[in-house]
């Protein structure tokens, strides 16, 4: 297949170029068009008040692959590749391998998820894949398994308009649990901000916080899928389906009657 692969680390990050390895050594065509520098958490943002910049960056990844390393977002990547770097459209898109999880609704934040939604919004397969821990380097049983979820799903019939997500926990191969649908769980962050105060005196602020997850609030999905958070937390590998429409899926009947308005306002 032709592959084309992004991420939110940037182009130094071990992540990208583990996964890239993987994808070429399996003798698919590769293509990588990833940040020059971390863009982590920057959302679906795209750059539209100054110019995009793409350098070739090669030598950085294995024998074989192509690489450009550009000046924007993870969105910006992958549609500067589609729309002015490829000759060819990819066969897939990959997005990662990200340096720490992309579980519950951190997917809203994700440059990575982010990355692998701008080729589902093209409509093309794409696979986002985190390995869950911020520290954890051993990204070769990731690629691996991001690669066999990825040629499975392709041959099986990659479903229309869905992104998938995977996150694998941070074990060696021999000990990474089973692979499951799952449901994406509810995190929310206490404590998010840290004030402090500069040398002049002056307040400002790092957002930090802690991570509290609600493994016990409704979420959708069959209710026989475990929660991706959990999953993951028990050494499975999670893999969670979603779509770049947002629009409220319940009953009309949950919704509120409209306020009558003044005619002619």
């Known amino acids: 297949m032709r592959i084309l692969i992004s991420n939110d680390d940037g ?12 994808a070429v050594n399996r003798g698919h065509q590769v293509t990588v068009v990833c940040p020059d520098q971390e863009r982590s958490a920057t959302g679906h943002g795209l750059t539209l008040q100054t110019p995009l910049r793409a350098e070739r960056a090669d030598a950085l990844f ?10 924007g977002t993870p969105s910006d990547c992958v549609k500067l590749a589609l729309f002015a770097l490829l000759e060819e459209w990819p066969d897939l898109v990959l997005s990662g391998i990200n340096h720490g999880p992309n579980l519950g609704t951190d997917t809203l934040y994700s440059g990575t998820v982010s990355a692998a939604m ?9 696979l986002a894949v985190s390995s869950a821990d911020f520290q954890w380097r051993q990204f070769g049983p990731a690629a691996r398994i991001a690669l066999d979820v990825a040629e499975h799903t392709v041959s099986a019939g990659w479903p229309q308009g869905v992104l998938l997500n995977l996150n694998v926990p941070p074990l060696p191969g021999e000990a990474i649990g089973p692979l499951r649908w799952c449901r994406k769980a509810v995190r929310r962050y206490t404590d998010q901000f840290d004030k402090r105060v500069d040398p002049r005196g002056r307040t400002y602020y790092w957002l930090a916080g802690e991570v509290a997850n609600d493994l016990d609030a409704h979420v959708a999905g069959p209710s026989d899928w ?9 050494g ?30």
């Open 226 to 234: 475990p929660v991706d958070v959990a999953h993951v937390a028990g």
């Open 62 to 71: 294995a024998p074989g692959i192509t690489a450009w390393a550009c000046s």
């Open 236 to 265: 499975g590998v999670s893999l969670t389906p979603l779509q770049p429409e947002l629009f409220w899926r319940g009953a009309a009947s949950e919704l509120p009657e409209l306020p009558q308005l003044p005619l002619g306002r």
């Open 118 to 126: 701008e080729g589902t919004i093209e409509g093309l397969p794409a």
């Open 11 to 22: 182009v130094f990050a071990d992540g990208i170029r583990a996964l890239a390895a993987e």
